[in-house]
């Protein structure tokens, strides 16, 4: 198959879909959970939640929106998943490796514009199911074993051509994990969302987020303690969770 470079969506073509602009940016300090699977607890009081669409209902984003709950809406945008809805429409020649840890998923061959194109179809169910932002996992290609030898620049244009899309129906986009790309996708999203980099050490690397008053969700997949939760200053928003991704989370005191 012959890859292309991607030809981003002009604001003519995003005005012709019916879309609309971006949304503003979300502050620091904001709390949040993250429940991708059931069984869901949409009645927590917090400032945000991150949902995975297949588990909710429109009448449930339009009930959080009521009560001011920001919904942020998981997609994976580099990798492909057996069990979604749109699978068969991913032809065989856009996957690569198997995601290992992760059974059903494989690594996207994210140049193809056959991936942008589904993409786009998934952000614009968002956007008519309410949602704010999106959530874009698995952004971090370039240092996975994927088999498609993608580099650096090959996710921050796919990064870009998501944010276009992303804007233009009037959602914003996250830059999720890929701490070493902060400084060229910084322009790009709306907020950051990372996994363990408190544990891990990285949580400096999203700083820029911060400095520019945004929110960088975090997710630790441990307890909270004392050691941990010194660490946690005011621009990180940290919630303990299981890797199920349910209902429950522990913050810290």
């Given amino acids: 198959m012959r890859l292309r470079t991607y030809r981003l969506l002009t604001p003519l073509a995003l005005w012709l879909a019916g879309l609309s602009g971006p949304a503003a940016a979300l502050d620091t300090g904001v709390s949040w959970d993250w429940q991708l699977q059931a069984p869901l ?3 927590l009081a917090v400032d945000v939640l991150a949902l995975d669409p297949d588990e909710v209902e429109s009448a449930d984003i339009a009930a959080l929106k009521a009560r001011g709950v920001f919904t942020i809406c998981y997609v994976s945008v580099g990798s492909w998943e057996d069990w ?3 699978a068969a429409a991913f032809a065989p020649e856009l996957l690569g490796n198997p995601y290992d840890g992760w059974p059903g998923e494989r690594f996207l061959d994210i140049r193809a514009p056959e991936v942008l194109a589904l993409m786009t179809a998934r952000f614009r169910r968002c956007a008519q199911m309410g949602f704010d932002a999106i959530e874009p996992d ?3 290609l370039h240092i996975n074993d994927t088999g498609l030898a993608i580099g650096e620049s090959e996710v921050i244009g796919y990064v870009r051509a998501l944010s276009e899309v992303a804007h ?3 959602l914003q986009i996250a830059q999720k994990n890929a701490a070493d790309l902060t400084g060229a996708l910084l322009p790009l999203t709306d907020f950051a969302m990372a996994e363990n980099c408190l544990t891990d050490d990285w949580c400096d690397l999203l700083a820029p987020h911060a400095a520019a008053g945004r929110a960088i969700l975090d997710a630790e997949y441990t307890r909270p303690g004392p050691e941990i939760c010194g660490r946690a200053d005011d621009s990180l ?6 890797e199920d991704l349910t209902r429950g989370r522990d913050i810290c005191p």
Avoid at 237 to 242: A, R
């Fill in 41 to 43: 607890d949409l009645s």
């Fill in 84 to 86: 979604r809805g749109d």
């Fill in 138 to 140: 698995n952004i971090d």
């Fill in 168 to 170: 233009g129906l009037g």
């Fill in 237 to 242: 928003s940290v919630i303990f969770k299981g």
